[in-house]
């Protein structure tokens, strides 16, 4: 039922910083990312080379890129959405780039968070498959936005989403694309234990080879039970942020980010789950984020103190 | 599997409130239980009638309860220790006083928290149950804390839990005492959803004539995915405090306190369980107190939005 072992990608130095309002120095960012790094992330996702317009706390992309040190057996994720971006990224010499297709199950969340309708985004998909292709870039996985409601639309319909990842991969697989993982993102907040069983069952009955990844946010603090809900599915590849830091510019100000993933991976360990990932450091890094950004942060593990540490104190 | 409604305990103004270090002003307090009643709560637990050299927060339970507007349709509790603190709360005239026995499965929390080890506290039942009788105040719950793991001890057995049970209930049947429900306690944070799964079917094994209480706490983030582990075996009684107010003397400084009401309150709400709370009411509750309090709560939900608030603007 559970899973023996699940991946986690650490998502807090770009999706938990980049919705932060003070600026965090460079210097702090790169020590941020080498601590993740000796907590022994399968993946963690550095940065964004997007427009510093749009983003401005990723305007040091280039900078952060050249600091932080690659650790062996940690792949380096960057955000990008064109050209410019990848080759931006790829200057640098410091990403495991990743292709990504990806699709919003919400026509309204699609158009204002993108510009595009769901249309317009399958269409286009040619296009981003011709540039990741010219770019070297594997295409491992697609993305669902919105996958189980958005505050536009409210609900969304699971048989909207299969339909729609029907039809993604179909046209993705008719340019010979053949993706490995299919990320279901609760972006805003919208789903419970029961909808995450729901959904995630379907897209298993459908595409048993393919790993699903949940993309959890607890707006609402219903995403560690959510994830409860995956891991009794099987699935096996989360993304979560250190501290449960960001937000979601979508949301209202103030409002919760990703799940914290020191709470995932200490729910983990506690289901006998591996994560590979030391959580002793992860709370290192944890405390330290506190200190620069001066406030608690969302994840509570941090000042409750995790269960093997008190059975260890308790033993002694 | 859920049940078709639960019923939900307020805590706040008492377990919540009492680990605040700032003094909270008592019209404030009054304030903040009058706008609860408000909500709808089956329970509201009050303050508590003990010294105010331990509990210096609650110094003002008599005029606390003097001030506070009784709602037709809400129990009011009051915690007290003996028959001082009993005839305190009587003499407000103003409670629902409700009548518990209470063991706690670590020895050691046990000697901590009360002096008294584990037999010490069977042998001491009698006493509870004589004063109680004498008070005229009817014997509705069997407490049991730390039931799912302690900071000293660490994980409890849940067979020594069920033995325990076994043998408090024996106790009191003994003098006529027949409880009609069993809190079970996760006073420091110790359970996770397996265990509450684990120990709650156990307990409906054994008297399923008897309700059971889960009193949650958020030390470690897993709270709510407790709850709802609880809720998908049939529980039907919850205790919380509003805004994940709280904490515990016996957790680290700045550890989580009890599961938000508001979040429990949500997910009822979306997984189609009535609770009968007014939770938009709620809500201004929770902003009421980090006016009070000066900084943010716990609870995320404030600052996320309900769903069901976002589904009625979408349809506008």
């Known amino acids: 039922m559970f899973p023996k072992k699940v991946y986690i990608r650490e998502v807090g130095p770009r999706e938990g910083m980049q919705i932060e309002k003070k600026n965090i120095a460079t210097e702090d960012k790169i020590k941020i990312i080498d601590m993740l790094s000796e907590c022994n992330f399968p993946v963690i996702e550095v940065t964004s080379f997007v427009s510093p317009k749009w983003v401005p706390q990723m305007a040091d992309a280039e900078e952060v890129a050249k600091g932080f040190k690659r650790k062996t057996g940690t792949e380096y994720q960057a955000v990008y959405l064109n050209t410019k971006g990848i080759e931006r990224a790829q200057a640098t010499e410091k990403f495991d780039l990743e292709g990504v297709i990806s699709i919003t199950a919400s026509e309204t969340f699609s158009v204002k968070n993108t510009n595009r309708t769901i249309e317009e985004t399958l269409i286009e998909m040619d296009n981003r498959i011709a540039v990741l292709r010219e770019n070297d870039i594997p295409i491992i996985t697609l993305t669902v936005m919105t996958a189980f409601g958005c505050n536009y639309e409210g609900d969304i319909d699971p048989n909207h989403v299969i339909s729609l990842i029907e039809r993604a991969l179909k046209r993705a697989e008719s340019q010979d694309v053949f993706v490995k993982r299919i990320l279901l993102g609760d972006t805003v907040g919208w789903a419970k234990p029961p909808s995450i069983e729901h959904l995630v069952g379907e897209v298993q009955k459908r595409w048993p080879e393919l790993d699903i990844i949940l993309h959890l946010h607890d707006t609402r603090g219903m995403g560690i039970a959510n994830a409860y809900a995956g891991l009794k599915m099987g699935v096996t590849h989360f993304d979560s942020s250190v501290g449960g830091l960001g937000g979601c510019p979508f949301s209202g100000e103030g409002a919760a980010g990703n799940i914290a993933t ?39 593990l941090l000042h409750g103190g995790t269960l093997e540490s008190l059975r260890k104190a308790g033993s002694k």
């Open 262 to 300: 020191e709470e995932l991976v200490h729910m983990c360990h506690e289901l006998g789950i591996e994560t590979g990932i030391d959580l002793d450091k992860l709370l290192e890094v944890t405390a330290e984020i506190e200190r620069l950004l001066g406030r608690k942060l969302q994840g509570k």
